[in-house]
């Protein structure tokens, strides 16, 4: 048998391969990848003002009104999972969107990619779907576009919406505003609608359904602004999930943020999905869930209206902006240790949202 | 969550922990095997709660660090073939082969598909008939019993387009390379709990008596690990060496006899070359002669790959044992989850990966 000390010679690494000659699905999963394409691709040859904020919705000001502008597609397969489906999905992911920035949502667009072949029924259920969550969420679709692409061409079924609101007066969330010694608000568990998809796609069966938490969120925002304006920014963690989210806020506020692990909440079928797959639930895309970034001073008063929303009703406080570790987003372990809470590198469920 | 819950007490983790401390009276280098477990002590931080000296060294358990550089240019090269439809576990899509991966193959319009069981790859053969399925098969002992269903119901079905790439690597063999190795530091070794729930134990015994060497099947959570910790610093305290089973919960001394069969129907140990240690002898699995139908290198007549890998990284150490990926000059540097130079930093269970993801903020300080 050779010696170890022999074969190390014989070691060696293959040389790092630039991910920059094409497009891979990582580019789509809300991680560094997809924040690679932006800072590479768009914001050079786009930027401005209202773009580089990067936020969820750009606010630009009409004679003084200022409006929110969102877009948002959605290429989620399967089309109907427990919890909704993909037209409902396209309207509360565009009203979230809006609301993220304090808007008060009012108009949305949809435009259809629809591949040959795509049973009428589906498109009529999707379609009865979409009009029943705006209705819910008090906001119109008012214009639209339809286009067919050839059989193979698509997935059944993309749809684009886009949302505009009005930012009411005062309002400023975004996400480079946090600050040393703020807090760190989540509406409630993390992981339902990542898990709720992937069980549907891959059939695996659990005691009971997990469905998405697909939900608007605008309402619940609304009754965080009433108790107070100390609220730094908002963000929903969709595709990505909680962590890609907060390393986005940590990062363009340079802050560091530390969670308690123990105060996040998690469903127990959710983490025994998660457990069975080799998933990190704070990686898993949300679609009714927030986090807020608030002054420690008001903390306790917008948990408490959290808790008051049907939406909110599990909200907690799951950690502390710091100065320390600029960028980076740490836990604190049950353990009393402390571990890097990373971006996602590329895709833990490809195309969820 | 029933067993889960109760081996992710941190009162008893700190209990542990304190035990340890207390039966540890000198300096003791332990090795964990499995990328899992590496994992979990990363996660969850088990290694600082162990006292000074006690050093946790990183195994050569990750399969996806450890399939040679030929294998991932193998697959990609059929990849890219027109009638060929490759199916992989997921972690395999990012490793880099020399020249490219499975995900860029991908975008060049190969069919790569993603599965979590390698039976699903013969019905994937099945629904195709007129496409060539090649099953990306690799893995430790504990992927093989399913690989070698997946052979074993391709046959019995007469499926004519499904073959399988074979890397396959054996533990024990491993162990065995690193102990005679004259590098070798380590003094005692957390055995994998999957591994032998499915291989049984009887293999590490032979381990335990041709090396004076502690070896404690170990399970995945961190009261697991502590606990396997403190059953190797009572042994090498106490001047023994014995085979123990912390891992009861899942590990039975036999092992799991009928996976152990249908292994034993469709594959025979062979040498196997390991990324990042070289050839071991006898520490792979091949196809036997009579599923010689279903082995991709003989349907696709692939032929000997020798591929000459640039040194660069240090997996060779770190896979041994002899190095923390910290010691890297490029860690974390040039080399990343998103840029690997190396395979411990593909995927989660590698070293690298674990330690970039959950500790390069105690690096920076």
Redesign the interface.
Known sequence: ?????K??A??????????KD?????HGSGG??SAELVRDIFLPALNNPALARLDDQAVVSVNGQRLAITTDSFVVKPLFFPGGDIGSLAVHGTVNDLAMGGATPLFLSAAFILEEGLPMDQLQRVVASMHQAAAAAGVEIVTGDTKVVEKGKGDGLFINTTGVGVVPDGVVLSANQARPGDKVLLSGSVGDHGIAILAQR?GLEFETEIKSDSAALHTLVADMLKVSREIRCMRDPTRGGVSSTLNEIAQQSQVGIELEEQTIPLR?DV??AC?M?GLDPLYVANEGKLIAIVAAEAADALLQAMRRHRLGAEAAIIGTVKQA?PG?V?MR????????V?ML??DQL?RIC | ?KY?DEY?D?RI??ALAQKIAAATTQPWVLMEICGGQTHTI?????D??LPQGLELVHGPGCPVCVTP?ETIDKAIDLALRPDVILVSYGDML?V??????L??A???GADVR?A?SPTEAVKIASANPGRKVVFLAIGFETTAPANAMAAWQAKRQGLTNFSMLVSHVLVPPAI???L?????RVQGFIAPGHVCTVMGCSEYEDLVRDFRVPIVVGGFE?VDLLEAVLMLVQQLESGQSKLENQYVRSVSYPGNLPAQQIMQEVFEVADQKWR??????KSGLRLREKYAAFDADQVFELGELMV??????I???VL?GLKKPTDCPVFGM??????????PMVSSEGACAAY??????AV??
């Open positions: 048998m050779p010696s170890a000390t074969t190390i014989e070691l060696s690494c293959p040389t790092a391969l630039p991910a094409r497009v891979l699905l990582g560094k990848l891959e127990e983490r025994g457990e797959l570790n980076l740490t372990t049950a353990f009393g240790t402390t571990r890097i990373d590198a590329g490809p | 969550m889960l992710r941190e983790a700190r990363m996660r969850y931080g088990i600082e709660l550089l990012r880099p082969g020399s020249s490219s991966d995900f860029r991908r975008s060049q993603i979590y065995r390379a690193l005679v190795s004259e590098s070798n961190p990042g240690i070289g050839k071991i002898p000459e890998e640039p040194a660069e990284c997996s060779a150490e041994q040039r080399c990343t989850p998103d840029n690997p130079l190396g395979a970039y993801r959950y500790r390069r903020h920076a300080s």
